[in-house]
């Protein structure tokens, strides 16, 4: 069982980039599917989530430019960001989580590196 992360990289401030987060040995549509990120020297913080009954949540340092997402049929979570801002450089993890309890992380991805210039 794991989760494969791709999609990270650099890019300048304004531009966008979308993470993948390829699942397998889980079914993402029902867990909660999360995203988060940590930066360098602070604590990993949570970005969005996705529930089961496709419910979404999205911190307020993001709310309006990062939009998460899942494909059921690809049963791959993603993260699309927009607006980028040199504060959103960090680490980003996908994560799986119970349902309903987002809180209580099952597995998480290989993290990847997203540098806003």
């Known amino acids: 069982v794991q989760l494969v992360e791709s999609g990270g990289g650099s890019v300048q401030a304004g531009g966008s980039l979308r993470h993948s987060c390829a699942a397998s040995g889980y079914t993402v549509s029902l867990y909660c599917m999360a995203w988060f990120r940590q930066a360098p020297g602070k604590e990993r913080e949570g970005v969005a989530t996705?529930?089961?009954?496709?419910?979404?949540r999205h911190a307020d340092s993001v709310k309006g430019r990062f939009t998460v997402s899942r494909d059921n049929v690809q049963n791959t979570l993603y993260l699309q960001m927009n607006s980028l801002k040199p504060e959103d450089t960090a680490m980003y993890y996908c994560?799986?989580?119970?349902?309903?309890?987002?809180?209580?992380?099952?597995?998480w991805g290989q993290g990847t590196q997203v540098t806003v210039s």
């Open positions: 996705i529930e089961r009954d496709g419910s979404t």
């Open positions: 994560a799986v989580a119970v349902a309903g309890n987002c809180e209580r992380i099952l597995n």
